[in-house]
């Protein structure tokens, strides 16, 4: 079974930074790129950023580029988010799934992990 | 803004079909046939229902179809189910922009 575990959410004041962490399980994670995409309180999904089963190509939405940080270990079968910089914006549950980047389409998600920027 | 423009809401009666648009522009749902279509429940994460336009994975029943002429793409939801009542998102690759997603549309089950 397919399973993505968000971690690392929390209450961070703006200006700060906050690193998300997504434990992959379930299929063959060096095999599949993945996404991160967020969902502000009460709004739309929005995509964030992708990366490839390698790690190889990357691509960010442009309100997060040079202060979102895409990565993945696929050792640890792990994707990450460092998030810098953080505006109350920033504020939304993050989702991490798995991606064919391909046919671009996301087939699992996890849960979710909600950031919060106030003061 | 949302890059893809769905309706806010869309409604119908049990048994019903109802469909729902998104509309986005020549340099994404128009020229590329990688339009996908997410399901949210309140809470939860979201679900793929479409694929490729009109492809449905696994498990997902047949009463839910994908089109798209043009610029427009459409999730068509037939045989309406109490169940079906949901947020719906549909997404589609945009070139260098890579991904864009449309701001949603509450199905209400009537």
């Known amino acids: 079974e397919v399973q993505l575990v968000e971690s690392g959410g929390g209450l961070v004041k703006p200006g700060g930074s906050l690193r998300l962490s997504c434990a992959a399980s379930?299929?063959?994670?060096?095999?599949?790129?993945m996404n991160w995409v967020r969902q502000a309180p009460g709004k739309g999904l929005e995509w964030v950023s992708s990366?490839?089963?390698?790690?190889?190509?990357?691509y960010y939405a442009d309100s997060m580029k040079g202060r979102f940080t895409i990565s993945r270990d696929n050792v640890k079968n792990s994707l990450y988010l460092q998030m810098n910089s953080l505006r109350a914006e920033d504020t939304a549950v993050y989702y991490c799934?798995?991606?064919?980047?391909?046919?671009?389409?996301?087939?699992?998600w996890g849960q979710g992990a909600l950031v919060t920027v106030s003061s | 803004q949302s890059a893809l423009t769905q309706p806010p809401s869309a409604s119908g009666s049990p048994g019903q079909s109802v469909t729902i648009s998104c509309t986005g522009t020549?340099?994404?749902?128009?020229?590329?046939?990688?339009v996908s279509w997410y399901q949210q429940h309140p809470g939860k994460a979201p679900k793929l229902m479409i694929y490729?336009?009109?492809k449905r994975p696994s498990g997902v029943p047949d009463r839910f179809s994908g089109s798209k002429s043009g610029n427009t793409a459409s999730l068509t939801v037939s045989g309406l189910q109490a169940e079906d009542e949901a947020d719906y998102y549909c997404s589609s690759y945009a070139g260098s922009i890579h991904l864009v997603f449309g701001g949603g549309t509450k199905l209400t089950v009537l």
């Open positions: 490729e336009v009109s």
């Open positions: 990366i490839s089963s390698s790690g190889s190509y990357i």
């Open positions: 799934a798995r991606y064919m980047m391909a046919t671009m389409f996301s087939d699992f």
């Open positions: 020549s340099s994404d749902v128009g020229i590329y046939n990688y």
């Open positions: 379930g299929f063959i994670f060096n095999s599949y790129a």
